[in-house]
Nanobody
Framework: QEQLDESGGGLVQAGGSLSLSCSDPGRTFSNYAMGWFRQAPGKEREFVAAITLHSTSTYYTDSVKGRFTLSRENTKNTETLQMNSLKPAGTAVYYC??????????????????WGQGTQFTVSS
């Protein structure tokens, strides 16, 4: 079920920065916590980051802590994943997701109800 729109993927050199955005023009974000997952070639889709409805809590997988920042603007129905100090291991298809439990940062795929189609992001060494 793909109902969210991601943007911002592309190619970047290791050590560089890039941001990914997620929006849903047809639906308010006011009922959802938001998150990002990624799937590298040959690997399972894994959790990256999540943020609660009013940005009171954020949660990151250990490998991106201190380098990635997730934020949201509910009035614009958008969220942004700012990624710094990028590494080649971060190359993957990145997926935006929305969870109908707005006060909880789920780290599992089953905790999310809406997904985007994914955007490819490649970090060159």
């Amino acid at each position: 079920q793909e109902q969210l729109d991601e943007s911002g993927g592309g190619l970047v050199q290791a050590g560089g920065s890039l941001s990914l955005s997620c929006s849903d023009p047809g639906r308010t974000f006011s009922n959802y916590a938001m998150g990002w997952f990624r799937q590298a070639p040959g690997k399972e889709r894994e959790f990256v980051a999540a943020i609660t409805l009013h940005s009171t809590s954020t949660y990151y997988t250990d490998s991106v802590k201190g380098r990635f920042t997730l934020s949201r603007e509910n009035t614009k129905n958008t969220e942004t994943l700012q990624m710094n100090s990028l590494k080649p291991a971060g190359t993957a298809v990145y997926y935006c997701a929305a969870a109908a439990k707005p006060a909880y940062c789920s780290t599992t795929r089953g905790g999310y109800d809406l997904w985007g189609q994914g955007t490819q992001f490649t970090v060159s060494s």
